[in-house]
T-cell receptor
Framework: AQSVAQPEDQVNVAEGNPLTVKCTYS??????LFWYVQYPNRGLQFLLK??????LVKGSYGFEAEFNKSQTSFHLKKPSALLSDSALYFC??????????????FGTGTLLAVQP | NAGVMQNPRHLVRRRGQEARLRCSPM?????VYWYRQLPEEGLKFMVY????????ESGMPKERFSAEFPKEGPSILRIQQVVRGDSAAYFC?????????????FGPGTRLLVL
């Protein structure tokens, strides 16, 4: 069964410091991995995805994520946090079995709080 | 290019009434997905539709819930005889095709409150 785990409910980081939001996955076959951000009372905004190729993926707003197959992880990172990065972050996976559904399986979300 | 549109943004219903949620996908997208976000939880897949077809409804409750995506017009998620446990945010997403590599783009959601 496909699943995604975000082990931290909340991550606190000081403005200007590097941030990491963790995600691990379990899927049979090739994983397709996504990160979304949700601001209060808004929909989800796409940040980045891993399909194949380079393990380091660069996305919107200066975010990047590193795919690690051996650790089945896809952690989201940013070198320097901004106050405006404070939001709820979701990791999602879509497994591909050659014709399987396109649904996304989401983690429970990690609240990122950037402090001045 | 307008994004995914959902209406209404907020919907209040009393127990036993019907809720009808609408979703217009991004221009050029013919695949629609509905997800539900319960309070303090992540998003859960409900149903995946293409024009006039339900492709995967494995996440839909067996009773009271239905979805359609007609040839013309928006996709509709219908909840009959709502109960308080249906209170949640309902998000629609769309993608241009069937490839699992494609990104799903989300609408702003409809927040349903059942009194």
């Amino acid at each position: 069964a496909q699943s995604v785990a975000q082990p931290e409910d909340q991550v606190n980081v000081a403005e200007g410091n590097p941030l990491t939001v963790k995600c691990t996955y379990s899927v049979s076959g090739n994983p397709y991995l996504f990160w979304y951000v949700q601001y209060p009372n808004r929909g989800l905004q796409f940040l980045l995805k891993y399909i194949t190729g380079d393990n380091l993926v660069k996305g919107s707003y200066g975010f990047e994520a590193e795919f690690n197959k051996s650790q089945t992880s896809f952690h989201l990172k940013k070198p320097s946090a901004l106050l405006s990065d404070s939001a709820l972050y979701f990791c999602a996976v879509r497994g591909y079995y050659g014709g399987a559904t396109n649904k996304l399986i989401f983690g429970t979300g990690t609240l990122l709080a950037v402090q001045p | 290019n307008a994004g995914v549109m959902q209406n209404p943004r907020h919907l209040v219903r009393r127990r036993g009434q019907e809720a009808r949620l609408r979703c217009s996908p991004m221009k050029g997208h013919s695949h629609v997905y509905w997800y539900r976000q319960l309070p303090e939880e992540g998003l859960k897949f409900m149903v995946y539709l293409q024009k006039e077809n339900i492709i995967d409804e494995s996440g839909m409750p067996k009773e009271r819930f239905s979805a359609e995506f007609p040839k013309e017009g928006p996709s509709i998620l219908r909840i009959q005889q709502v109960v308080r446990g249906d209170s949640a945010a309902y998000f629609c997403a769309s993608s241009p095709g069937t490839s699992p590599q494609e990104t799903q783009y989300f609408g702003p959601g409809t927040r349903l409150l059942v009194l």
